[in-house]
């Protein structure tokens, strides 16, 4: 592929917007954007079409899209089954022999585990029906808590084939939050392992589901043996994966499930308050990420795709399975760390499988970043056509290091905008139009539609203030339907603040030029400095531009003249803090953003607090500052940061 063109806007500003080359355009499944025109006259019928295209139907519907507010409804009465679009199809065409799932593992060296279609559709047959023989049925709720192997996958695909509801926790949860989830979803069973790798030591996982399963509904733990590592039995109670399989049938009728019945349910990752039971159904959610895989990353039977999101996150369910299955991709999924035996191990597994799409996130990217160019060095990394990322605004300073040094200038960077409760990716450029800019998401996914509203519900335009992204009407396929057990929180989370006719979604936005969103953090990290509205994306933006900063956070802080005031809390690369560099930041905002926002103090922290899904918990930070109770604190990863933080701010308890 050709170098990217470049095209310099002046009068923005904004120095990189980047428009697909040629080859990419020729390429991509997307190159005309009079689609978005198309799709924007009649959004459902646009989605009746793709429903049609890209899924296999048992029934067809008979109403493409009832709205009952809050709730709304997608292919009323089509009938169908998600495993058995990711699996049956493909394993029962050309794609048979193709891989499906190249399990890359740990400890490094042990060869990868691939699963080709006619693999997955083998394992999920009698992994459905070792379910169903354990009493599970259609409607149950099954938690599965298990590492990145692809045993993962199956028992998700397993779930979706009997009709029965998976509510996935990330494996590096605690007994007692992966206790909260299953009590919350009332599961009738657990899918686990003995244990995993996690830089070559072995981690006990069943310890964690013995403490978290005792008093629940839990009836069976089906243990997979991935480390042969001695841990506690319950007889009756606890069974092991291959014994079962070996006994199980090898085919198990899928269940002809309602497009409105629950796929899954998923707890969101807990940035701003405790995770909630988000819901997603079948029709429209699985409609959703297939055409958001083939679209965004442009798709093809020859690519090699690689999302590096953990299986316990919204990501990894439509990106590591559901999307990639369904459009009969191969995928790599990574059981290990990316510093693990070396901090390049990342692009040794991108040349060695000969990965052409990444799909990342931005605490990994700095990540690398931090680490040092010299890491990638030695790699071939032409193999990569489309680059993407996901899970936070990505810094000008990281998208630029992405698109250069990963992608070698050659391959879009795809900002990809969307929530656990969206399903699917809402807002992001599609690779065969463009364009790409640093810091802008780019447009609505065709047949979707967003806005930002002011505090009166008043629509923005082009040149104002950030203010409240919503969705409008009618709502992505993709959507949630609710939130398990909590009707009340529903409402008052998403339809409450513009009404039933905007969903809310909690994020702060801008617009960079004509329909090209860009995303400036959420509403509770915009603060209010004498009088002007200011995002901590645009603050952190200009601090992490400079060389020494490795990452930043920047969150309000009460000021008696100027209402609020913004605090800087920077982690640098290798350089001892001092007043000069604080200064030297501070004149960079004030150069970048005028003397209104300059930062009142910059604290040299090591750590940021963060989610274990690795987003910044500004929350935390914003409590620290103004000595009030820190809240909910389960899914902070690195807890000892807020202790160091404290003595830092000389927070009060
Ligand atoms: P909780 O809702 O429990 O606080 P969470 O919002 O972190 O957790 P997710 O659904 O995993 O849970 O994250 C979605 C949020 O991540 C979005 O609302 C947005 O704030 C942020 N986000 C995701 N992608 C992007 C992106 N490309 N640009 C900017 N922000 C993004
Ligand atoms: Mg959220």
Redesign the pocket.
Known sequence: MREITKWVVEDTGQKEVFWPSEEMKRLAWVNDASLYRQADEDPVAFWAERAREGLDWFRTWDETYRRDPPYFKWFVGGKLNACYNCVDRHAKSWRRNKAAIIGVREPTGEPAKTLTYHDLYREVNRFANVLKDLGVGRGDRVSIYLPMIPEAQIAMLACARIGAPHSVVFSAFSADSLKDRIEDAGSKALVTCDGYYRRGRAVNLKDNADRAVEGTTVAHVVVFRRTGQEVDWVEGRDHWWHELMEGAEPYCEPEVMDSEDTLYIL??????????G?IHTTGGYLTQAYWTTKWDFDLHDEDVFWCTSDIG???GHTYNVYGPLSVGATQIFYEGAPDFPDRGRVWEIIERHGVTVFYTA?TLIRMFMGWGDEWLEGHDLTGLRLLA??????SRDAWMWYFEQVGGCRCPVI????????GSTL??ALPGIGPFIPTV?GRSFPGTRHEILDDRGEALGLGDDPGYLVQRGPFGPGMLRGIFGNPAMYEENYWTRFGHDAYF???GARYFSEGNFR????LDDVMKVAGHRLSA?EVENAIATHPDVAECAVVPAPHEIKGETPWAFVRLKDREPSDELAKELTDQVVKVLGPTCRPERIVFTAAVPR?R?G?IMR?ILKSLVRNEPVGDTT?IENPESVEDLKTLVGYKE
């Open positions: 707890y969101t990752s807990g940035t701003t308050g405790r995770p909630k988000v996150w919204v990501t931005p990322t996901v899970g936070e605004p990505i900002d990809t905008w969307w929530q656990t409760e969206t807002i992001n998401a979604s909690s994020d995303l400036t953090g959420r994306a989610t899904s987003k929350r899914t």
